[in-house]
């Protein structure tokens, strides 16, 4: 069966609930090692984690150092690693992309244009990250509905076109009280920065805290308006 077909299949026949149950089922369909799971260590990654190495499920789990995180970040990787034991693979930028990029437009070039952020998360994350995608049929995510408008119209296994696997997204339906609920009441660790205000955590220099009652995702990017605010992995 194509991985398009098999989609359907997916969406029609695997709980939308019980996500240890499909990730053995997945884990059946794919070779271990085309079936991957992207963190940065939100609290909603910190589930799947939980749920990946508690069960002790081979699939690989990876992160994307930008060169631009939070020190909070750093931290919460460490402590994610000492508490599990387990290995987290990392994947950077190409450093001579990040050497061009400072010498002709400097260190701060994304706040100057969308085009120029663009190009930053493109060079600090979407070229590592094809490389840590390259032969994945199946990519997991911690994408939540409720984090954007954009995220709301997505579906819990979804055909990717950027990167042509299958994305499986289990956290679709879940609120930020159930994120909040799992993590703290199983003590996992998390980022200290969810303590100070902060609700979607990217790069440093591009994430603010936010207000009670702004949305989510206000805090990434925030100078730009009307923007889709991704940038280029979802
Ligand atoms: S979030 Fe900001 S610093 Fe990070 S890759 Fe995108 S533009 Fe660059």
Request: charged content about 30%; some cysteine.
């Given at each position: ?9 997916l ?9 240890l ?62 508490f ?8 950077f ?28 998360c493109?060079?600090?994350?979407v ?18 509905a ?12 979804m ?14 339906n879940?609120?930020?009280e ?18 100070k ?38």
């Open positions: 069966m194509s991985n398009k077909f098999l989609l359907k299949d969406n029609k026949n695997l709980s939308k609930k019980d996500i149950q499909n990730l053995q089922i997945l884990l059946k369909k794919f070779d271990n090692k085309k079936i991957v799971f992207s963190t940065s260590f939100s609290m909603e990654d910190q589930i799947i984690t939980d749920i990946i190495f508690f069960n002790n499920l081979p699939i690989k789990i990876f992160t994307l150092d930008t060169g631009r995180l939070f020190e909070d970040t750093y931290k919460v990787l460490k402590k994610t690693i000492d599990y034991k387990k290995k987290i693979f990392t994947f930028p190409e450093s001579q992309d990040i050497e061009k990029l400072y010498f002709e437009k400097g260190a701060f070039s994304f706040y100057l244009s969308l085009e120029n952020r663009k190009e930053c493109f060079l600090r994350k070229k590592p990250i094809k490389r840590a995608l390259k032969g994945v049929e199946c990519w997991i995510t911690g994408i939540r409720t984090q954007s408008e954009a995220r709301k119209k997505l579906d819990f296994f055909w990717d076109e950027n990167f042509n696997l299958i994305k499986y997204n289990p956290l679709l879940w609120s930020l159930d994120v909040n609920d799992y993590v703290k009441n199983k003590n996992l660790p998390y980022n200290n920065l969810y303590d205000g902060f609700l979607s955590i990217g790069c440093e220099p591009c994430t603010r805290k936010i207000k009670k009652d702004e949305d989510i995702r206000s805090g990434r990017w925030w100078w730009e308006n009307n923007t889709k605010k991704e940038c280029g992995l979802h």
